[in-house]
């Protein structure tokens, strides 16, 4: 009988690796059926792009393309003028993202740490803000940037952007400096440190990582952007690489290889955007998982 009972066991462990196997790749099946998901529409973008006209016309998108030909992108290039588009793009974005996240920290600061009153309520004000359709924010927004001489300027792409981003930004770091250890503080309040110095020396550097993932996220956001910048910035050397692709319109809707190379010229900067910070990424995430 202990014989019998001894041979289960290591059968039953068999059993439960075999299962566990098997569920493995079954995950591992369904990530690669996302990950094909999502690179899907890149690779057709690139396919596309390299396509003369006789070949998309004569095998259709979904066909690998018989011929090599870079003239749609050439042409786009040069159109839109896309080394300068790229350059406001990488601006405004980057300054937007920086502002974002020292305006969402310092807000959070104050709300988290501070406890300042009615700190709850300026949450709820920021969520509100956050569900608020641009659309409905264009015109005054319009308004006021003509009114102080920012029309037609890239700062007032930032400024808007910034704040709309701040809103995002502060919520979530508030909550993540509520549970911040008060004993940390209290130390840094003993060793005669000012609140400049406890935000900078202390709190900055526990919440780096976080810092960083939101800064990427909002500069990939302000690089989506489309509506504020065609709005705001009307002349051509400081629209965005977003507004520049409104030159399809007309004529060139016509052309199915000119659109997918503006599709990949602009989906380009961002996938080597997150291909540089992607561990980065994986690290600030990882880090706020086991906070």
């Known amino acids: 009988m202990a014989a019998t009972s001894s041979l289960s066991v290591p ?3 068999t059993e439960h690796r075999r299962k566990k196997g098997i569920g493995r790749w079954v995950v591992l099946a369904i990530l690669l059926v996302f990950l094909a998901a999502t690179l899907f529409p890149f690779f057709l973008a690139a396919f596309n792009a390299i396509k003369t006209a006789a070949d998309y016309a ?3 998108p979904l066909a690998f393309p018989r011929s090599f030909d870079l003239t749609a992108l050439k042409n786009f290039w040069t159109t839109v003028d896309f080394p300068r588009k790229l350059f406001n793009s990488i601006l405004i974005s980057a300054c937007t993202a920086i502002l974002a996240v020292v305006l969402s920290l310092l807000n959070a600061y104050a709300i988290g740490i501070g406890r300042v009153r009615g700190g709850q309520a300026l949450l709820v004000i920021l969520l509100i803000a956050i569900m608020a359709p641009q659309e409905a924010l264009v015109y005054p927004l319009y308004y006021m940037a003509k009114l102080v001489g920012l029309f037609d300027s890239m700062l007032s792409v ?5 704040v709309l981003h701040t809103a995002f930004g502060t919520y979530l770091l508030s909550s993540v400096l509520a549970t911040f250890p008060r004993e940390i503080i209290e130390a840094a309040q003993i060793d005669n440190a000012t ?3 406890i935000l900078w020396l202390v709190i900055v550097p526990v919440l780096r990582p976080t810092l960083a993932v939101l ?5 990939i956001w302000t690089w989506n952007e489309f509506l504020i910048p065609l709005v705001f910035l009307v002349s051509n050397n400081n629209q965005t690489i977003s507004v520049a692709m409104g030159v399809l319109s007309g004529s060139n809707t016509q052309e199915p290889t000119a659109i997918a ?5 602009g989906i380009l900067p961002t996938v ?3 291909l540089i910070f992607q561990r980065t990424l994986t690290r600030g995430v990882a880090a706020g998982a086991v906070k």
């Open 261 to 265: 190379a503006a599709s990949l010229l």
């Open 11 to 13: 059968v039953v462990h």
């Open 58 to 60: 004569a095998n259709g």
């Open 272 to 274: 080597i955007f997150f």
């Open 195 to 197: 609140r400049w110095q």
């Open 158 to 162: 930032i400024i808007i952007l910034g």
């Open 215 to 219: 800064a990427t996220f909002f500069f």
